[in-house]
């Protein structure tokens, strides 16, 4: 499972910054990537928002571009996404993806989601 934390309720044109770890036991994460489901919608209504390779090559939607930044902490194995100049049509359940290998093991994970909420 993917932990996932640093959603919230902000102002327009504020920021935020969610995190998402992989478990201890993790050796590799790869294809990393942000979803986001907006408010009253289902699963399959999730879009990326933003994405980055093992290299460090990234990928953005076309609404966040320039907004949302993408990045990681190998070390940690830990993803970022840094979001600037929030609109109301940011809000949304984020979610993180991920590849992972252990010792033993290799499979697709999500993360549990995090709210953030953009208002005045």
């Known amino acids: 499972q993917l932990v996932v934390s640093g959603g919230g309720l902000v102002q327009p044109g504020e920021s935020l910054r969610p995190s998402c770890t992989a478990p201890?036991?993790?050796?590799?994460?790869?294809?990393m990537v942000w979803y986001r489901q907006p408010p009253g919608n289902q699963r399959e209504s999730r879009e990326m928002?933003?994405?980055?390779?093992?290299?460090?090559?990234?990928s953005y939607a076309d609404d966040v571009k320039g907004r949302f930044t993408i990045s990681r902490d190998n070390a940690k194995y830990t993803i970022y996404l840094q979001m600037n100049s929030l609109k109301s049509e940011d809000a949304a359940v984020y979610y993180c993806?991920?590849?992972?290998?252990?010792?033993?093991?290799?499979?697709?994970?999500w993360g549990q989601g995090t709210q953030v909420t953009v208002s005045s």
């Open positions: 993806n991920a590849n992972l290998t252990t010792d033993h093991a290799k499979w697709n994970c």
């Open positions: 201890a036991s993790v050796s590799v994460m790869y294809n």
């Open positions: 928002v933003a994405a980055i390779t093992t290299g460090g090559t990234t």
